[in-house]
């Protein structure tokens, strides 16, 4: 992982295993359509502790899965469990649950310190404890000289993180951040991404979302992939690298003249078989996808190929990934 | 654990002629707005060369702007035509059902008088033919219509007319282009009363053919009544005019969709309420004045020659609190219109 | 930190202080809550310097039946000449010319000189009562039968019948019996009671109870929920239906206070205003007590009303408008025709209900006092205020005396509320929120 040069030392990775018996988190084929758009398709997982990178392009469903968590949609086939309890008209796990939503709209006419005890006396607090509470999760993001300006005067960064601050106020065991580091400066990124890490060294199951890869990664190792509203892949990132890599991709092309196509195909560095399903269509084997897109196009105009379509059959998430991580070895 | 960070790039990977890399899907699918100053650094470091992507030479325009008619009617056609066809302003579900119903409804005497042609009901015709107090009646009758029907209408449509584009910064479209913000707001105040006179004054002079149709009434009939039907027509754009420019002040001042329909009503209903109860216990008629509707009806009743019901005061009086109230609310609408931002407010 | 119980039941009372807290301090900061209350309060006021000033200007006394004019010039009152015997219409006859000779009597000794001695005593539908002050019926030239012009064999009476089939009691006076009431004091009486009844039931009940939810509380859960900040409330161990009730406490905290303090201006301005031999009008005050009462209940059941309109359709607020014109239409109903059953269907009838109850504990006698007005010329001042009166005042319509009616109109707005409430709740519970 690379380095911060906030943290000390290294940060732990660990193989993680869910706690099946009463996980934090429990999706089970879970799905949510709207009409004939599915936004999410049978997911099934279970989380309990350390940081989790939901990870997923515009669209891929992760805000859907975390206000069905929080119990603001209803699954339209599916069980979820939030510390065994389903969060549906049922609002009992949140005593034991912080979230910290998307939107950007806060109250700017209240101060952070008011904005944070106010919300924690939603919790069954009272108002002394509430204050005390505040200042401690006020200095633990970082906005303790802060605390008594109106949060309409905050910057982006600010803001976060007493939206952040307002959900650990109840101490809570689970942590759900969507988006959190959306728009924010780099200064205000690496606290956030700080105080994060320690939340999860400290034991919490915490979820974080986002469509960078980057930042998922200085932060945790566990991940989940979404795409299209389906899971693709759920574990730790290096294992989930290495099995792809172990995989051979196939491309696709259908041309006119297949045969003669592969000829000059089979001269690229990475390809590891060819084989023709028909007439027209030509299957290459390789198992590096991007090396491989790489140099196609070149070797179809120099040759000057007439070339109907190009296609990756396998899941998306092997070109996702291939193309995240690797970059083709360019 | 990323080898491929972009500093490591080599010039020219954002050539035309380089192949497309999954690291550019990457940054293409997936990079965020704060990558963006590690690119830009790199493309400052490269030497320009044939088809770079951030060659430019700036051409300043020379064609010819459109007549300034063309661009208000651009923005009156978007208001109109949303009533009726999508691919415009989309007036909500209840909006343009409310305008149906009012309109088939406002339509209620000339339906009676056409019935009373074909029955040949004399009866039904001294209840519904056109007549001064029934040309009174249809704009400036206070149940249903001015109760029921036109204010709301009015608070319908003057609700998210210029509120919408405070709260959602879409005046921006507007404002980046030549259009000057008189025309902005002239163009959706006529969109407004157009929409309103389908309602009142179509329907007014809808009512005035079927008796002519109906009856066969003759020249002579229609230069007899026919400036009856005028003062009455004058009386509905006064109307119009006043309901909408008091609800599209509101609406300039708030940032809610409902809030200045509301208000209309309220100013509307509440003001009559007042005035009646004042009146009731009191025997002064001195709070109609503040009643807009009391207002246009004591003018209406005097241009139109019906019997008057405000005896205590002239209708001068109400016709200058009928131009007070526009003109404040006219001076309100101007004012908040050019100090509106060009952005989300 | 302990243990906590996995319920939402804990601390309510907690939860309850912060989410009301947060509510009103909301309210406070925005512009249009103050916009709303100034023109809330600046309309009702017009209506009470209106009142101030008609009650400043007072009202003068009518010479009802004539008798302080002099027609035949020669300087004494009819009504003295009539006294004396001697002939109004002819000058030569006056009373200087008696032996011992008469001073002339000033006129106003003969404006209002009759006043109402009418009471209504037990419960026989036939009542003798009044009694002819100024004498121009005993002394009245004439048969016995004219004197008795309401055939009860009493000469010189007032008779009050009561009609068989509706209750309602009828004057029928004998000639010149209380014919010429003190209309200055009956006029104020009239028009002060008039105004008490109608600035509450339709300034204060019909347009602050009504408008101010109306701007107020449409917003409470719809605003947030557009706005995208309801996740911070929802996010919680807190039930959504209690977080509806608590947006709503909050919004009442804000209204209630709001009429308690214009209830008290108004009740004490037109305590000391208002007609009477003391210097306030303290019996008054329990009909005040009853507007601002039932301006809060009608608040809190319209509040539930319409927040609940909001929570269930984006466009929720716009069934408001045709149902502030429903409620509008019942009022009218409910002063016009108070027993009307429609009436059960509405918010406002028995919210004026209250209002009604009050006004017959605290003024019993308004059934007579009505009549004698009415019983008055038409067109003259007595009776047109006693018109007004008429059309502001109602018995409660459900047919009860004063206090039952206003507890089971208190009891069914509350019901109505609690109704609105649990389905503004289960709306909002069933809700799924973007």
Redo the contacts between chains.
């Keep these: 992982m690379m380095p911060d040069f906030d943290q000390d030392g290294k940060g732990e990775t660990k193989q993680w295993q869910p706690d099946l018996t009463v996980p934090a988190v429990l999706l089970e084929g879970v799905s949510k359509s709207y009409g004939r758009i599915f936004a999410l398709s049978n997911i099934t997982m279970a989380l309990n502790g350390g940081v989790t990178g939901v990870l997923g392009m515009n669209g891929a469903g992760k805000s859907t899965m975390f206000k069905l968590l929080m119990g603001k949609l209803k699954p339209s086939q599916g069980k979820i469990r939030l510390f065994g309890t389903d969060p549906w008209k049922n609002p009992a796990p949140y005593a034991r649950v912080g979230f910290v939503p998307e939107h950007e709209k806060m109250y700017d006419w209240m101060t952070a310190h008011q904005f944070v005890s106010t919300f924690a006396r939603l919790n069954g607090l009272t108002r002394a404890e509430a204050g005390v509470e505040a200042d401690r999760v006020l200095n633990f993001v970082g906005l303790a000289d802060v605390a008594h300006k109106k949060l309409g005067q905050y910057s982006k960064g600010m803001r976060q993180r007493a939206k952040i601050a307002h959900a650990l106020v109840n101490d809570p065991d689970l942590i759900i951040l969507d988006e959190p580091l959306q728009g924010c400066d780099p200064l205000a990124r690496t606290t956030i991404m700080n105080v994060i890490r320690e939340l999860g060294r400290m034991g919490r199951t915490v979820l974080v979302s986002s469509h960078i890869l980057q930042e998922i990664e200085r932060i945790t190792e566990q991940i989940i992939i979404l795409h299209n509203g389906r899971l693709l892949a759920l574990g730790n990132l290096h294992a989930i690298r290495e099995k792809l890599d172990q995989i051979p991709h196939r491309i696709t092309i259908e041309a006119d003249d297949a045969k003669a196509l592969a000829k000059d195909v089979i001269d690229m560095d990475g390809v590891q078989g060819i084989s023709f399903p028909d007439q027209k269509n030509l299957t290459i084997q390789t198992h590096n996808l991007g090396a491989i897109h790489a140099q196609l196009p070149k070797v179809i105009v120099d040759h000057a190929h007439t070339v109907h379509t190009i296609d990756n059959p396998d899941d998306d998430l092997a070109s996702i990934l291939g193309y995240l991580t690797s970059g083709g070895g360019v | ?4 960070l972009p500093e490591d790039l080599e010039p020219g990977e954002y050539g035309a002629e380089a ?5 550019g ?2 940054e293409a ?7 963006d100053e590690d690119l830009s650094d790199t493309q400052v470091a490269q030497p320009t060369s044939t088809g770079h992507v951030f060659e430019q030479v700036y051409k300043p325009w020379q064609g010819e702007l459109n007549p300034r008619w063309m661009r208000n009617w651009a923005i009156l056609r978007h208001h109109l035509l949303g009533i009726f066809k999508k691919g415009h302003r989309p007036w ?3 909006t343009r059902l ?1 305008i149906l119903v009012v309109f088939l409804a406002s339509l209620s005497d000339a339906a009676l008088t056409l019935l009373s042609g074909l029955l040949g009901e004399a009866s039904l015709h001294q209840l519904w033919g056109v007549s001064r107090d029934n040309l009174y009646g249809h704009v400036l009758g206070f149940f249903p219509r001015n ?2 029907y036109y204010p ?1 209408i009015a ?2 449509l003057v609700g998210s007319v210029i509120s919408e584009d405070r709260q959602h910064g879409t005046s921006a479209l507007y404002f980046s282009r030549p259009i000057t913000r008189f025309d902005y707001v002239g163009m959706k105040f006529l969109s407004v009363a157009l929409i309103q006179s389908i309602v009142v004054l179509l329907t007014l002079t809808l009512y005035y053919l079927a008796e002519i149709i109906s009856l066969g009434r003759g020249w002579a009939w229609i230069l007899d009544t026919f400036p009856l039907f005028l003062a009455a027509f004058l009386s509905g754009v006064l109307l119009i005019f006043t309901y909408t420019s008091i609800g599209l002040a509101l609406s300039s001042v ?1 940032k ?1 969709k ?2 200045p ?3 209309l ?2 100013i509307v ?3 009559k ?2 005035a009646v ?2 009146s ?5 008629e ?2 109609y004045l ?1 009643s807009p509707y009391d207002c246009m009806a004591h003018v209406g009743q005097t241009i139109i020659g019906t019997q008057p019901t405000y005896d205590q005061y002239s209708w001068t009086w109400s016709l200058a609190s009928l131009v007070a109230m526009n003109a404040f609310a006219l001076y309100t609408l101007s004012a908040r219109v050019s100090s509106m931002e060009v952005t989300r407010e | 930190m302990q243990a906590k119980p996995n319920t939402i039941y804990r601390s309510l009372d907690r939860k309850a202080a912060a989410l009301t807290e947060f509510t009103m301090r909301q309210y406070r900061t925005k512009v249009s809550t103050w916009v709303v209350l100034g023109v809330g309060l600046v309309a009702i006021s017009l209506v009470m310097l209106i009142y101030i000033d008609v009650m400043a200007t007072g009202f003068e006394s009518v010479d009802n039946d004539g008798d302080s004019y002099d027609f035949d010039n020669d300087g004494y009152p009819n009504g003295q000449e009539l006294k004396l015997g001697t002939d109004p219409y002819m000058a030569d006859s006056h009373p200087g010319l008696l032996d011992p000779p008469v001073e002339p009597e000033p006129a106003s000794n003969y404006i209002d000189e009759d006043g109402f001695d009418i009471s209504l005593q037990g419960t026989s539908n036939l009542q003798s009562t009044g009694f002819d002050d100024d004498g121009d019926c005993y002394n009245y030239d004439g048969t016995s039968s004219r004197k008795d012009g309401n055939n009860n064999n009493i000469e010189c009476d007032v008779l009050l019948v009561q009609n068989r089939y509706t209750g309602e009691w009828e004057i029928v006076y004998d000639l010149n019996v209380d014919e010429d009431p003190d209309d200055a004091a009956y006029v104020a009486e009239a028009t002060h009671m008039a105004f008490v009844l109608g600035i509450g039931k339709m300034g204060f009940v019909l347009l602050l109870g009504l408008f101010l939810p109306l701007f107020l509380a449409t917003g409470l859960i719809r605003d947030e929920m557009s706005a995208g900040t309801m996740h911070y409330m929802l996010a919680k161990p807190i039930a959504r239906t209690e977080v509806f009730l608590y947006r709503i406490l909050g919004y009442l905290g804000i209204v209630w206070p709001y009429f308690i303090v214009l209830g008290v201006i108004f009740a004490t301005i037109s305590g000391f205003m208002g007609p009477g031999e003391g210097v306030f009008r303290f019996q008054d005050l329990g009909v005040w007590l009853a507007i601002v009462f039932a301006t809060m209940m009608a608040s809190f059941v319209y509040g539930m009303l319409f927040c609940t309109m909001g929570v269930m359709w984006r466009y929720g607020i716009v069934l408001a408008i045709p149902f502030a014109a429903w409620e509008l239409g019942m009022c009218l109903v409910s002063m016009g025709a108070p027993e009307a059953a429609i009436l059960r269907f509405s918010v406002i009838g028995w919210a004026l209900m209250i209002v009604d109850a009050a006004a017959v504990l605290v003024w019993p006698n308004m059934d007579l006092f009505l009549l004698k007005g009415n019983s008055m010329q038409d067109f003259s001042a007595i009776k047109s205020s006693a018109l007004a009166l008429d059309f502001f005042y109602s018995k409660p319509g459900i047919g009860s005396s004063g206090l039952v009616s206003s507890v089971i109109a208190t009891v069914v707005l509350l019901i109505q509320g609690a109704f609105l409430w649990f389905i503004g709740g289960a709306i909002f519970k069933g809700k799924e929120i973007e």
């Excluded at chain 2, 699918?29 to 990558?35: I, L, P, T």
Aim: net charge negative; proline share 4%.
């Design positions: 654990m990323t080898e491929e192949p497309v890399t999954g690291q899907r990457m699918a997936w990079g965020s707005s704060e990558g909500g579900m209840p409310f109760v029921l709301i608070a319908l708030s809610g409902f809030f329909g509301i208000g009503l309220a209903l509440g003001t309420v007042l109860l004042v009731t216990l009191f025997d002064r001195i709070l503040l």
